[in-house]
């Protein structure tokens, strides 16, 4: 098996991180709260930038146990064909989405990486902002993707801790650990300009996972100094399959390791989805969360028609407000819901991509 590398073991890094989180810690909640609010209104005003997250495809080759769309289990299968894509972008944009996450499972022969381009190029004709949470590419790959529209990537690594990884991760593609770690890095390198990491909670000690994750978020910032990085906290929910997670993660520890986060990474995108309850969410609005989901469908499709019942999503959502409901949650919190920050005229691949691959510009511009 291969070792983790130096930069994610380097515990000089998270000493700070490390005594706000640790048991018994002597910052107590209330000042740790304290202390993010006045950053997060610092350096992001009272505002909340908006997403919403359109599931393409369930069909996938990997064995995840936590997870509802793995191979085993016995969830229909199926994708959204372009007709259909544009038909759920449509019902998005009438609720004001113009930010927007496209996902699939990992590599197969229905949802591969000609479908998910062609998913981007019908995107980002309708959207502002279009990113992906999908399987590991090449350079290459997210090369054409970001000349496709797509401006970010979402990856998570689910756990830092190699042994748990091996053993939750039971067949398929994404049992390979270090390919998976290496692919924020591939996607900045192949001129993608965001990239967003997690730990999924409650699959491993969710202390050693948050310190592994605060050191790739570092590493990437220190490597990569233009690139937007942001810092998801998703938290295990029940989901087809009924795993339960072997570590409880609790409301207390998940808002200390927000705060922590924001005292930490004081100009990194916080995101937090509607895996939480509405109570939490609107709790951590504010308190250093700065980018959220809103009227999530985890089944394929599901904004244009009404999901099945039988029709089972990867896990089941928390915050089933509508986005009406939610922003005006937003507004009565004095926060101003953002549906857009971003120009479309700024899409294509980073400079950076450019300034490395000079060949690439001069074509790119004929
Ligand atoms: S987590 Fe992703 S890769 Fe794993 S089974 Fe689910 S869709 Fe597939």
């Given at each position: 098996m291969n070792e983790l590398p130096e930069w994610l073991t380097d515990s000089r890094e998270t000493a700070l991180l490390s005594a706000m989180l640790a048991p018994g810690s002597s910052y107590s909640l209330e000042s740790l709260a304290a202390e993010a609010r006045a950053i997060t209104l610092r350096r992001f005003g009272r505002t909340m930038t908006l997403y919403a997250p359109l599931y393409l495809s369930n069909h996938c080759p990997s064995g995840c146990v936590y997870c509802g769309f793995a191979s085993d289990r016995t969830t229909v299968r199926r994708r959204l064909e372009p007709d259909e894509i544009e038909r759920e972008l449509l019902a998005l944009k009438k609720i004001g989405v113009t930010d927007l996450l496209l996902l699939t499972g990992?590599?197969?022969?229905?949802?591969g990486f000609d479908y998910l381009k062609k998913s981007v190029e019908i995107a980002s004709k309708h959207m502002q902002r279009v990113s992906v949470e999908a399987f590991p590419m090449s350079g290459d790959e997210y090369r054409e993707l970001a000349l496709s529209g797509c401006t970010g990537i979402t990856i998570y690594q689910e756990t830092y801790d190699l042994r748990r990884y091996e053993e939750l991760?039971?067949?398929?593609?994404?049992?390979d650990f270090f390919h998976r770690l290496e692919t924020p890095a591939r996607a900045l390198d192949g001129g993608i300009k965001t990239v967003g990491l997690g730990v999924l909670l409650g699959l491993a000690d969710p202390l050693e996972d948050a310190l592994m994750l605060f050191r790739h978020v570092r590493h990437l910032q220190r490597t990569y100094w233009r690139a937007g990085i942001s810092v998801s906290f998703p938290r295990m929910r029940p989901q087809t399959g009924g795993y339960a997670p072997p570590f409880c993660v609790s409301d207390h520890f998940l808002a200390r390791m927000i705060f922590a986060f924001r005292i930490a990474l004081p100009d990194t995108d916080l995101v937090l989805s509607t895996r939480e309850s509405p109570a939490f969410r609107d709790g951590m609005a504010g308190l250093g969360i700065t980018r959220m989901s809103i009227a999530s469908r985890t089944t394929v499709g599901g904004y244009d028609e009404e999901s099945s019942a039988a029709e089972k999503g990867q896990f089941d959502v928390f915050d089933d407000r509508s986005a009406e409901d939610f922003c005006n949650a937003l507004r009565a919190k004095n926060i101003e819901p953002v549906f857009k920050n971003w120009?479309?005229?700024?899409?294509?691949?980073s400079s950076e991509y450019f300034e490395n691959n000079p060949r690439q510009e001069a074509q790119s511009c004929h």
């Amino acid at each position: 098996m291969n070792e983790l590398p130096e930069w994610l073991t380097d515990s000089r890094e998270t000493a700070l991180l490390s005594a706000m989180l640790a048991p018994g810690s002597s910052y107590s909640l209330e000042s740790l709260a304290a202390e993010a609010r006045a950053i997060t209104l610092r350096r992001f005003g009272r505002t909340m930038t908006l997403y919403a997250p359109l599931y393409l495809s369930n069909h996938c080759p990997s064995g995840c146990v936590y997870c509802g769309f793995a191979s085993d289990r016995t969830t229909v299968r199926r994708r959204l064909e372009p007709d259909e894509i544009e038909r759920e972008l449509l019902a998005l944009k009438k609720i004001g989405v113009t930010d927007l996450l496209l996902l699939t499972g990992e590599r197969t022969g229905a949802a591969g990486f000609d479908y998910l381009k062609k998913s981007v190029e019908i995107a980002s004709k309708h959207m502002q902002r279009v990113s992906v949470e999908a399987f590991p590419m090449s350079g290459d790959e997210y090369r054409e993707l970001a000349l496709s529209g797509c401006t970010g990537i979402t990856i998570y690594q689910e756990t830092y801790d190699l042994r748990r990884y091996e053993e939750l991760h039971r067949w398929g593609p994404k049992k390979d650990f270090f390919h998976r770690l290496e692919t924020p890095a591939r996607a900045l390198d192949g001129g993608i300009k965001t990239v967003g990491l997690g730990v999924l909670l409650g699959l491993a000690d969710p202390l050693e996972d948050a310190l592994m994750l605060f050191r790739h978020v570092r590493h990437l910032q220190r490597t990569y100094w233009r690139a937007g990085i942001s810092v998801s906290f998703p938290r295990m929910r029940p989901q087809t399959g009924g795993y339960a997670p072997p570590f409880c993660v609790s409301d207390h520890f998940l808002a200390r390791m927000i705060f922590a986060f924001r005292i930490a990474l004081p100009d990194t995108d916080l995101v937090l989805s509607t895996r939480e309850s509405p109570a939490f969410r609107d709790g951590m609005a504010g308190l250093g969360i700065t980018r959220m989901s809103i009227a999530s469908r985890t089944t394929v499709g599901g904004y244009d028609e009404e999901s099945s019942a039988a029709e089972k999503g990867q896990f089941d959502v928390f915050d089933d407000r509508s986005a009406e409901d939610f922003c005006n949650a937003l507004r009565a919190k004095n926060i101003e819901p953002v549906f857009k920050n971003w120009e479309p005229a700024y899409n294509g691949p980073s400079s950076e991509y450019f300034e490395n691959n000079p060949r690439q510009e001069a074509q790119s511009c004929h």
